[in-house]
Structure formats: C-alpha cells, structure tokens
C-alpha cells in the first residue's frame, strides 16, 4: 500500500476530497500523515475527526531550511511515497525537493503558467480572462512552476465575484487532484523536458 503524506494551512477541502476518495477505495494508498505549518488550520481538526494521524509543526518565525528539516523528518518517519500539499501556504526549499524527487503534488487555482501566487482566482478576474481552472502540478523550488500532470478549464462568468469563481474552480479541484495522484502512483508516465506524458501501462 502506498503511502501518502498531506500538508495544508487553512481550510482542507483538497484534503477532505482526497481522504473520501482513499475511504471509497478509489486511491489505492493509504494517509499516514497530515501536516500543518499553522496550528489554528480547520484542515488539522478535520484530518483528527477523521482519526487519522494530524501532525501540528509551526512554520512562525522559522528559517526555511531549518523548517523544511522537521517536515522531512516527520515525512520520512511515516515512510510517505507522495507528498501533497492541499493549500501549503509556504514555498518550499531545494532541500526538500530533492528528498522527494518527483514525488510532490501541488494544486493551484488557475490554469498555470497564468495567475501563480497569491490570490489566482482574483487575478484572473482582474485580468479578464475567459477561461481559467486548475492545476495539479509536480512541485520543484520555484513557485507554482513544476512539470503539469492534469488541468481543468472553468470558464468565467460575466456576473462572477472572486468568491463564485473560487467555488466553480474548487469543485473542478477536487476532482482533478484525485485523479492526478492516481496517475502519479501508477507511475505510468514519465517526464520529457516539462511535459508529463503517459506511458503505457507494463506488465
Ligand atoms: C485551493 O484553492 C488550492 O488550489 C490552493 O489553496 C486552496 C486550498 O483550499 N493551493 P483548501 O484548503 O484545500 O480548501
């Protein structure tokens, strides 16, 4: 069985899809760890209603190399294969990169390269895009630039606020992570340059 390492700030809606879908059976991996660098998330309390293994390390006041130490620490100590940050509010050093190669899901909202950082949903609404959506992508040092794995295009509405947007794209969200862990742990793709492109299935 698989094992899958959450980490989270705030709210963890990305979190509760996912663990449904591990309880309906539909990951084929287990969550042996929630992580969150703030310890008022909602996410946290969530993740310990569920009896699952909620893990608090303040981020506050912390140098980043010194920080993303304990995460390894307590990552590697749950054996986890898949880190997935589900609303990780914090930029993550080379050093822990390179403990997980290739092994780190992040989602963002909006169709990347377009809108990374903060506030995606606004930007895109500022900007006046059309069309925007989400993105699950491998995770390397740099800001929500990693090699996609899955996106899904929502379109923007004449009458939408950055919070009716926001729910359009979340829903979109919480199908698409799922899937793309499922794809990550089957392993059937590999990496060409930035594109993550399937690969048929051995055996
Ligand atoms: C989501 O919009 C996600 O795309 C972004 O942060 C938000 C987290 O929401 N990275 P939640 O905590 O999963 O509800």
């Known amino acids: 069985?698989?094992?899958?390492?959450?980490?989270?700030?705030?709210?963890?809606?990305?979190?509760e899809a996912i663990a449904d879908q591990v309880v309906a059976g539909r990951i084929p991996a287990?969550?042996?760890?929630?992580?969150?660098?703030?310890?008022?998330?909602?996410?946290?309390?969530?993740?310990?209603?569920?009896?699952?293994?909620?893990?608090?390390?303040?981020?506050?006041?912390?140098?980043?190399?010194?920080?993303?130490?304990?995460?390894?620490?307590?990552?590697?100590?749950?054996?986890?294969d898949l880190v997935c940050l589900a609303g990780f509010?914090?930029?993550?050093?080379?050093?822990?990169?390179?403990?997980?190669?290739?092994?780190?899901?992040?989602?963002h909202p909006s169709l990347l390269p377009a809108f990374p950082g903060l506030d995606a949903q606004k930007q895109a609404l500022v900007h006046g895009v059309k069309i925007t959506g989400c993105t699950v992508h491998l995770v390397d040092e740099f800001l929500d630039a990693g090699p996609i794995v899955l996106q899904a295009a929502v379109p923007v509405l004449d009458e939408d606020t950055v919070e009716s947007l926001s729910a359009r794209i979340l829903q979109q969200e919480h199908i698409i992570y799922s899937e793309a862990i499922r794809i990550v742990l089957d392993g059937n793709f590999r990496i060409e340059g930035r594109r993550v492109v399937a690969v048929a299935p051995t055996g």
């Open 1 to 15: 069985m698989k094992r899958l390492g959450l980490l989270l700030s705030g709210r963890g809606s990305n979190f």
């Open 89 to 107: 509010m914090r930029l993550l050093s080379a050093t822990f990169v390179r403990a997980f190669p290739h092994r780190i899901l992040n989602i």
């Open 30 to 80: 287990e969550i042996r760890v929630v992580i969150s660098n703030r310890p008022e998330a909602r996410g946290l309390e969530v993740a310990q209603a569920r009896g699952l293994n909620a893990v608090s390390i303040p981020s506050k006041g912390m140098d980043r190399e010194a920080y993303d130490r304990l995460l390894i620490e307590e990552l590697e100590a749950n054996q986890v």
